[in-house]
């Protein structure tokens, strides 16, 4: 496959993470028994190959542990791969945690021009898209009140607004659209529609499988840290059901 076509691409990637057992909780118990501290390495994710050509929708599934949101993050770069290698070409905004990188004492106005520069925009860029962020969150009443005082539907209303207006060529969500009332939920569905046509990268966790078979070309079950299946979405969400219910 072209190197121009790809969006992303995951090689021969391994990721562990270190556990600690009996970990020493009181002072005295540190003293008694530093050396004996009790660790392991747990493969989360094991030998992934993956291309996401430009353009493609495609569904992360599995169960809960499989560690599809770990791979999510991976390819966010907000961790790093024990083995192998992950490349994105484009600019990418991902949506993986509700809130992510929001300050609660400032205003949903203030967190709009944090968030945003973080997504590389210029503050003319920002001013440019404010209006249309506050419009599609729905919170003009809000707006200028701290976001410690949202609800969680709220925090995802804003947190959906910008990143969704920061023209990335590449979209991350980690199941942040369950958060929320049906009619934002379905605005947000309507929105990433709109993106699909528009030729935009999106890599979407979720267990909502009918509204994935909608939106999704593909899909990718990850099971027990490998890749099982990657195909068609229909195929794929049918083999998953039929395996695990």
Not at 91 to 96: A, V
Not at 100 to 107: I, K, N, V
Request: hydrophobic share 40%.
């Amino acid at each position: 496959m072209a190197k121009q076509n790809i969006a992303i691409r995951v090689e021969n990637m391994t990721k562990e993470f270190k556990v600690f057992y009996d970990k020493p909780s009181t002072l005295k118990e540190r003293l008694v028994f530093w050396n004996k501290k009790k660790s392991e390495s747990r493969k989360v994710l094991n030998r992934i190959d993956l291309n996401i050509k430009k353009g493609e929708t495609v569904a992360l599934i599995g169960t809960n542990g499989s560690g599809k949101s770990t791979l999510l993050k991976l390819m966010t770069k907000i961790i790093y791969p024990t083995k192998g290698k992950i490349t994105t070409y484009g600019k990418l905004t991902s949506l993986l945690e509700l809130g992510a990188g929001f300050h609660p004492d400032f205003t949903g106005r203030e967190n709009i021009y944090f968030n945003a520069s973080i997504f590389g925009l210029t503050k003319k860029e920002i001013e440019k898209r404010m209006d249309e962020i506050i419009q599609f969150s729905e919170l003009e009443a809000f707006i200028d009140s701290p976001v410690r005082t949202y609800s969680s539907g709220m925090y995802m209303r804003l947190a959906f607004s910008v990143a969704i207006n920061v023209d990335a060529e590449i979209l991350l969500i980690d199941e942040i659209l369950a958060v929320g009332d049906q009619h934002f939920q379905d605005k947000c569905f309507a929105k990433l529609q709109e993106l699909k046509n528009r030729n935009k990268t999106i890599v979407i966790v979720s267990h909502a499988l009918d509204s994935i078979k909608v939106l999704c070309d593909r899909a990718v079950w990850i099971y027990n840290g490998e890749v099982k299946m990657d195909g068609k979405v229909e195929e794929v969400v049918e083999e998953y059901i039929k395996v695990c219910g």
